[in-house]
């Protein structure tokens, strides 16, 4: 059984070693806020992300990356100098997709956005093994963040999106934001152990014709699933399993070539094949309270949404955080527009509302909440959500 996240991470590093080329109203609003988006006449033929420079140089395991995206506030992709930006500009839009499936500009599942948040969900973008970033990252891993898997340079193709022979990136963000979210969120749906104990590992006991717990000398002539590689135990099966589930529905691997390639490991490349074979995962990743991305991404994010009120120029600051119970908000932008501020609970439960001042630049909340991670929310008049971001209370 996996203990902890570096556990989790080692298996990740080990697999990729042997496997280069495969691999309440206001709550909802508040976790589910919208990028900031300008609308241009070209906004689907590229992305609408930023690459910022690295905020996170001081810590030890991040000290050699020299970019970043935060996407959708809930996931960091960090590129190493050797990673083009055209590499990070992809990576980061894949994962925006997957989690804003339907591109909206919100997050599909707004507590899948709280876990990812809360456990800071990292995706590393590495120019190559052993490189400065890799080993900087893993000589100081510590449970500050959740890293499921990586990503090297030669595996990120922009121009071959859907290119399973070339490009990892929806694996390997498949795999992170399964492994970081859904997991920890969804046990009894997506928990990897104890063996059987989830819809998920049942449904792939099913597809294996048996629970093995290691790699078995041999598969039944039944089976579906045949993961060989002995460095993958049952947890690592698991979380591969619903990777080979979401891509196959989505149809990336119905090609005569791709499905030649993969048929020594995964039978099922059709959605077709899938929805007829093996119906339990089938429902599992169709069923719409799972929320599990159903449309393939193509590495081009930039969500068509109206320009509005929550349209930022400059972004409110809120500090200190950490903070000790005194929260000082720069209003910024929305000065003229922020008339709510709401701090609620991880659950949703509100906690505290304050209500602004019309001619306020900032305010300053004195407040009295116990340890934790919080939602600070900033709304218009009319209760439309402007703002919103984390704080940790000590």
């Known amino acids: 059984m996996l203990s902890n996240y570096t556990d989790l991470v080692y298996i990740a590093y080990i697999t990729k070693m042997f496997h280069l080329m495969n691999f309440s109203i206001r709550y909802f609003l508040a976790m589910s806020f919208a990028i900031l988006i300008f609308i241009t ?22 000290q050699e990356f020299d970019r970043y995206i935060d996407v959708l506030g809930v996931l960091k992709f960090y590129a190493e100098p050797g990673v083009s930006d055209a590499e990070l500009l992809h990576a980061a839009s ?61 595996e990120i193709a922009p121009e071959a ?65 045949h993961y060989t590689d002995v460095t993958c135990d049952y947890e690592c099966m698991a979380i591969e399993y619903l990777y080979w589930s979401i891509a196959t529905n989505m149809g990336v691997l119905d090609t005569p070539e791709i499905c030649e390639a993969i048929e020594e490991e995964w039978e099922l490349c059709s959605p077709e094949l899938l929805e007829t074979t093996d119906l339990m995962v089938y429902w599992i990743i ?66 505290f509302a304050y209500e602004i001042n019309s001619a306020s630049q900032s305010v300053l909340l004195e407040v009295d909440l116990v340890s934790g991670i919080y939602i600070v929310s900033l709304y218009s008049k009319s209760e439309a959500l402007l703002y919103s971001t984390t704080i940790l209370i000590n």
């Open 286 to 351: 169709t069923n719409p309270n799972n929320k599990l991305p159903q449309q393939a991404p193509n590495g081009i994010y930039c969500p068509i949404v109206p320009v509005s009120e929550t349209t930022l120029k400059v972004q409110p600051n809120v500090y200190p955080n950490p903070s000790n119970n005194q929260i000082a908000i720069d209003l910024n932008s929305l000065s003229s527009n922020a008339k709510i501020c709401v701090i609620t609970e991880t659950s949703g439960r509100e906690v």
């Open 161 to 225: 999106p859907l290119d399973w022979f070339s490009e990892a990136s929806l694996e390997e963000i498949l795999h992170t934001i399964n492994g970081c979210g859904h997991v920890e969120l969804y046990p009894s749906m997506f928990a990897l152990w104890p063996a059987g104990a989830s819809q998920l590992t049942q449904a792939m006991d099913l597809a294996r014709g048996g629970q093995f717990l290691a790699v078995p000398g041999s598969y039944p002539e039944e089976a579906w699933f």
């Open 94 to 154: 894949i994962g925006a997709e997957l989690l804003d499936n339907d591109e909206d500009g919100l997050i599909d599942d707004v507590e899948l956005g709280v876990q990812l948040s809360m456990v800071n969900s990292v995706m590393p973008l590495f120019f190559e093994e052993e490189s400065p970033a890799e080993e900087a990252m893993m000589e100081n891993f510590d449970e500050t963040f959740c890293v499921h898997a990586v990503l090297y340079s030669e």
């Open 41 to 62: 006449p070209f906004a689907q033929s590229s992305s609408c992300l930023d690459i910022l420079p690295n905020p996170d140089v001081s810590s030890p395991a991040f």
